[in-house]
């Protein structure tokens, strides 16, 4: 990639301080796909004096201004749609349609729920007598993983954009070349200089210089929740707002009144989608104890269906994981699954007996899974499925909110008993029945799974400060 060695500073691709270069390994060959460039803290310095040096400016623009520049960041992520799908496919794993379609893709339906979102937003209004206005926070570091690289990059950039914020990004530099891509569309669009910048590198160089840089005023950051804590961490000594949105561990709540077939089979593909790469994942399925044998079946061949194969072969359905360390702890946790003595019905250790190469993980159950178990309580970011059993509602919402995570959480059943049910889950995302997704909902964790919210308005509120006149008008 012809930017892939340069930063993007100032609205210019520039050298790094620091010739240092880093092999980014494709997933399915387990071979280098190209190199980038590490920074150091001395660019983070440099990108973080532009974007504060273009704040006065941009955080002046006006409403009609961003909504302009966000269009035209919409028409040109479309334009190359395929292209940034194509990279995402070979980076970290993505079956090509798949990258194309949902991991590229979503990056312009961000920004379009964000114009909706702009276009009647009341950056300023009277309260009495009091004019409250929310002004942007600021210079924005943005730190992004490598499981849904263009989606966690739209989401906190759209609503940076529209606020009014400068900011830098660290993309995940297991999965950085979309990052480049999004830059040029950055520079393609217009986006006046210093208002978005580019630095690559790892967490604990890069990631900290941002997280601890006295001049950055918000880090919006997704990830494990071990980083998160180590970004929060980094950020405290210089008092400045930490958005997180971290790990999970999602329970799928499966009531009597469910068509239970298809309840399980639906939350076996959900849970395997990505490759089990998504922090929403409903990775702990909780059903009736008298049903899990049957639960287990429906599972298991719902698990031998899939086809795991090459990103490029237009049968598969689950790639690699992402990378070897990635493909290593599964198999831990797999491994940890049977030591323990959950029962395994589908999948196992190992990669899938048709592939000698790449990080591929067979898709794998495990039935009468205790909520203890290691496999239970951990994030194993994989296509790993723990199916639970309960004997009563009661018994299934303490077992859903018995982890120290609260991102998302599922239930299938009578719509009537599950809206009863979603309000006494410890989630930030509650969904009913398999229903769509939506970019307008609230995204974001309860407990360890993070803190604040992003999507539509609530990012935009989330990149906002408020501010109180106080006798603007006479009493």
């Known amino acids: 990639m012809m930017h892939a060695h340069r930063f993007y500073i100032d609205g210019e691709w520039v050298e790094p301080c620091v010739s240092k270069t880093l092999e980014v390994i494709d997933p399915s060959t387990e071979q280098p796909a190209g190199t980038i460039a590490l920074g150091s803290a001395a660019d983070v310095q440099r990108a973080v004096t532009a974007a504060r040096g273009a704040f006065a400016s941009f955080s002046q623009t006006s409403k009609t201004e961003r909504i302009d520049l966000l269009k035209r960041i919409v028409d040109i992520l479309k334009r190359r749609n395929d292209e940034l799908g194509d990279v995402i496919s070979r980076e970290m794993g993505a079956p090509l349609a798949m ?159 469910a068509d239970f077939a298809a309840a399980v089979s639906a939350g076996v593909r959900r849970c395997f989608g990505n490759s089990g790469q998504t922090c929403t994942a409903p990775t702990r399925m909780l059903v009736p104890a008298l049903r899990m044998e049957e639960a287990g079946l429906i599972a298991a061949r719902e698990a031998a269906a899939l086809v795991v194969g090459p990103p490029s072969d237009p049968r598969t359905d689950l790639g690699p994981v992402a990378s070897g360390a990635q493909f290593d702890k599964i198999q831990t946790l797999i491994e940890r699954g049977i030591a323990e003595g959950a029962e395994l019905v589908a999948g196992g250790p190992g990669r899938p007996s048709h592939l000698n190469s790449g990080y591929y993980v067979r898709p794998t159950v495990f039935a009468r899974v205790t909520n203890q178990m290691t496999i239970a309580r951990e994030e194993i970011f994989g296509p790993v499925l723990s199916i639970i059993g309960y004997d009563s509602e009661e018994e299934a919402i303490a077992i859903a909110n ?40 609230p995204f974001g964790g309860y407990k360890q799974s993070g803190n604040g919210r992003e999507y539509g308005k609530f990012g935009l509120h989330e990149f906002s400060e408020t501010k109180s006149i106080v006798g603007f008008l006479d009493e």
């Open 99 to 257: 990258a194309r379609a949902e991991q590229a893709g979503i990056g312009a339906t961000h920004f379009e729920q964000t114009i909706k979102a702009i276009e009647t937003f009341a950056f300023d209004y009277m309260q009495g007598s009091t004019r409250i206005v929310h002004e942007p926070i600021g210079v924005v570091a943005m730190i992004s993983p490598w499981n849904w690289p263009i989606n966690q990059i739209a989401c906190k950039v759209a609503p940076a954009l529209a606020t009014g914020c400068t900011m830098v990004l660290k993309p995940s530099e297991i999965a950085p070349f979309s990052a480049v891509i999004f830059a040029e569309i950055m520079d393609e669009a217009g986006v006046p200089k210093g208002v978005f910048n580019l630095v690559q590198g790892d967490g604990p160089t890069v990631g900290t210089a941002l997280a601890s840089h006295p001049d950055v005023d918000m880090v919006s950051f997704t990830g494990s929740t071990r980083a998160g804590i180590a970004v929060a961490q980094a950020a405290a000594p210089t008092v400045k707002r930490v958005h997180q949105e971290l790990g999970g561990k999602s329970p799928n709540i499966i009531l009597p009144s």
């Open 402 to 441: 018995d982890s120290p995570y609260g991102l998302a959480a599922y239930i299938q059943g009578d719509r009537q008993e599950a809206r009863a049910l979603a309000g006494r889950l410890r989630a930030g995302t509650v969904r009913l029945n398999s229903c769509a997704w939506d970019s307008a909902a």
